[in-house]
């Protein structure tokens, strides 16, 4: 069994408080997680603002694409009827190097954003490049982190093949893949760790599926209810 498998917290705490708010990441923090996943968009004034839906009609009070949306506009809109919509940077400052920050890259144009608010972090706050990942389902957006700034870590997202996830992460330096838990079996663990993948699965939250991803040895578990891995 892989005693060091690290526990992230799924959009902070999903299970207990909204998605990707800052209560929720809060309450993800209290329950000693090694690490936050959320998830990024640019809004239509420029700035990452972490949400997880192209539309906001699902988890808000607005309605329609939330990159045609202001930042102030999105400020005015409440997650379930009482959480704001945070920035990138809300997040970070939150967390404070407490434990580390999987920035997903939701939206189109959201690489160079996050590369600059990473360099940032880490020139002048005193976080290490260590202290995140980037994934994303987007190719391109991978991609441009890869050209922008190397020293970001990179990890690719699959719900379709391990294999074709971990070919992909070779062109683009990334060492580690995030592939659903419904694709993993032990030997495509172990394979992708023997050529030098870290495994990191989602969303695994029932304790059967948690039992079986710590048997097959995954490096981490992304979780609704990180409190129970």
Request: charged fraction near 30%; hydrophobic fraction near 40%; charge should be neutral.
């Amino acid at each position: 069994m892989n005693k060091s498998c690290l526990v992230m917290g799924h959009r902070g705490a999903k299970a207990y408080i909204a998605e990707n708010t800052l209560p929720s990441i809060q309450k993800a923090l209290d329950f000693g997680v090694d690490g936050v996943e959320i998830d990024v968009h640019t809004c239509a004034t420029g700035e990452l603002v972490v949400f997880h839906d192209f539309t906001l009609d699902r988890v808000t009070n607005g309605r329609g694409e939330l990159s045609k949306h202001t930042l102030a506009e999105l400020k005015k809109l409440k997650v379930d009827n009482r959480y704001s919509i945070p920035t990138l940077q809300e997040v970070i400052d939150l967390i404070d190097k407490k434990c580390m920050l999987n920035i997903e890259l939701k939206g189109r144009y959201t690489a160079e954003k996050t590369c600059e608010t990473i360099k940032d972090c880490v020139e002048n706050k005193g976080w290490k490049y260590s202290d995140f990942i980037v994934s994303s389902f987007q190719h391109h957006e991978l991609e441009d982190v890869f050209r922008i700034n190397k020293n970001i870590p990179l990890a690719v997202l699959t719900k379709a093949s391990v294999a074709e996830a971990m070919e992909f992460a070779e062109t683009i330096g990334a060492k580690i893949i995030h592939p659903n838990f419904a694709l993993l079996t032990k030997e495509n663990v172990k394979f992708a760790q023997s050529k030098g993948y870290k495994v990191n699965t989602w969303t695994v939250n029932d304790p059967e599926t948690i039992a079986r991803m710590r048997r097959y040895g995954v490096d981490g578990i992304i979780s609704d209810v990180p409190d129970k891995v």
